[in-house]
Nanobody, 127 residues
Framework: DVQLVESGGGSVQAGGSLRLSCGVS???????????LGWFRQVPGKEREGIAV?????????YYADSVKGRFTASRDKAKNTLHLQMDRLEPEDTAMYYC?????????????????WGQGTQVTVS
């Protein structure tokens, strides 16, 4: 099975930065040994949204939601099996619970329903 554990959340002032990390352990089979890794966020009372998704087959071309494009950067440390989300120029609207997720497939979208494995979440608060 697969486990994902997020870290790095916290409180920051508007305009500041945070870096989230997601450690991935365990194994699940995937065609071509390629996986989708994603960052999602959720505000109470709203649906969870995908904000950054990358494929291990081409990790240098992540998808970003318009709300974070140009401010957030997703990356993968293959050696440490860790996914990162660098968040710069944070805004109060970025306040949410942030989750990382994994989908054992070579074709990646940003829909919540596509992802099978989830972390427990880490809170980000921007004031």
């Amino acid at each position: 099975d697969v486990q994902l554990v997020e870290s790095g959340g916290g409180s920051v002032q508007a305009g500041g930065s945070l870096r989230l990390s997601c450690g991935v352990s365990g194994y699940v089979r995937s065609d071509y040994n390629v996986y989708c890794l994603g960052w999602f966020r959720q505000v109470p009372g709203k649906e969870r949204e995908g904000i950054a998704v990358l494929t291990t087959g081409n990790p240098n071309a992540p998808y970003y939601a318009d709300s974070v494009k140009g401010r957030f950067t997703a990356s993968r440390d293959k050696a440490k099996n860790t996914l990162h989300l660098q968040m710069d120029r944070l805004e109060p609207e970025d306040t949410a619970m942030y989750y990382c997720a994994m989908h054992p497939n070579w074709l990646c979208g940003a829909a919540v329903s596509e992802f099978h494995y989830w972390g427990q979440g880490t809170q980000v608060t921007v004031s």
